[in-house]
């Protein structure tokens, strides 16, 4: 069975774990072009001026200036950048960036919950400052420059949190706790569908009865927690189809499912569409 292809920190950032790389000689001469794939590392991109379309789990987005995407590993994506697009790519393993405190682990989920968002050009030019000193450190390589590019990183992701939220509301201690719940559940399920499709299963790894997970769900997303996980296995199933040429009864048995007829059935429910059929429209 084939599966999505899966791109790797290169083998000269190995060592490193990280990489950032201009844009500008990527695009000096043509357009980029990144055809269906999925990284197993954090993949950013920070757009100062340019064009072009990003298509990230099968959500469409205008590339445009002062733009940022973020894709976390598992997600697949495609993308097309036009000729003279400024800004930076940057990439790193989930070994490299591993914060410490625990403050600064929900800001990453945070951050990284979100796909896109547009910056003001102030805000951007405040995160380009960080984004020039990061590369001036991984490119000159001094003594401790893992650790400046750490720190730097996190003062990124704090401006790009800053941006998404409402800096005038007021969270209460009940509201914090249970978005925290909230993204721990999405990161699970991102990593654990294939195996794991009952509301009891995530509830016992959150250290959680499934009661309060459902309610937690149903208060932040107007959804059961069994709706999110039924949306997390039709994502990966799309995932599968559309970047494999995969046989159906094959997608199946990799989403965990013995019998294919129940799987078609249950993506039917899901989408309208049968799985040949939603291949053939995308």
């Known amino acids: ?6 791109r790797h920190i290169k083998d000269s950032f190995i060592q490193d774990r990280f990489s950032i790389r201009a844009i500008e000689p990527l695009v000096a001469e043509r357009d980029l072009l990144h055809e269906l794939h999925r990284h197993d590392f954090y993949f950013i991109l920070f757009i100062k001026n340019g064009s072009g379309e990003h298509e990230i789990d099968f959500i469409r987005y205008e590339v445009d200036s002062y733009s940022v995407f973020f894709i976390r590993p598992g997600q697949v994506h495609q993308l097309q950048l036009k000729k003279g697009t400024t800004g930076f790519m940057l990439q790193f393993t989930s070994d490299f960036y591993v914060p410490r405190e625990n403050l600064a682990s929900i800001v990453l989920r945070k951050v990284s919950s979100k796909n896109h968002c547009h910056l003001s050009s102030e805000r951007f030019e405040k995160i380009g400052w960080l984004l020039e000193a990061i590369f001036q450190e991984f490119t000159q390589k001094q003594n401790s420059y893992k650790e400046v590019v750490k720190a730097s990183l996190e003062i990124i992701f704090i401006e790009l949190v800053r941006q998404s939220s409402n800096p005038n509301q007021i969270v209460n201690a009940a509201k914090f706790y249970a978005q925290e719940r909230l993204e721990e559940l999405q990161d699970l399920l991102e990593k654990n569908i294939h195996t794991k499709k009952q509301i ?17 769900t149903k208060a932040l997303l107007h959804k059961t927690g069994s709706e999110l996980i039924n949306e997390q296995i039709i994502l990966e199933a799309k995932r599968m189809l559309i970047g494999t040429v995969n046989q159906i009864n094959q997608v199946a048995d990799m989403l965990g499912y013995d019998d294919p007829s129940y799987f078609i059935r249950f993506f039917k429910k899901q989408t309208g569409l049968t799985p040949a059929a939603f291949r053939q429209k995308f």
Do not use: F, H
Not at 1 to 6: A, D, S
């Open 1 to 6: 069975m084939k599966k999505i292809p899966v």
């Open 200 to 216: 009891s299963d995530y509830a016992e790894m959150l250290n959680i009865s499934t009661y309060q997970l459902n309610a937690i």
